[in-house]
């Protein structure tokens, strides 16, 4: 299964920025995985951004990493 990052804005909408990111699956774009509505037109991106310092939902981190599983060699190198 495939994950996107994808942008929730705050009361300005774009102009003001992203809020915090949620992870969405492929097949639904518009809810994060903690049921969060996102616009359509929302900014993406890619689930390798999760976990770089982008403000992100907790509950969405959470469930990503029941979804994702952890490949020690994906990670080798990294501190």
Excluded: N
């Amino acid at each position: 299964m495939a994950h996107l990052l994808r942008a929730e804005y705050g009361p300005s909408g774009p102009a003001g920025g992203v809020a915090r990111w949620h992870v969405v699956r492929d097949t639904d774009p518009s809810h994060g995985m903690c049921g969060a509505e996102l616009a359509s037109d929302a900014e993406s991106r890619p689930e390798e951004a999760w976990g770089t310092g982008l403000h992100c939902c907790q509950q969405c981190g959470s469930l990503y990493l029941h979804e994702v599983p952890f490949l020690r060699s994906d990670h080798a190198g990294r501190t």
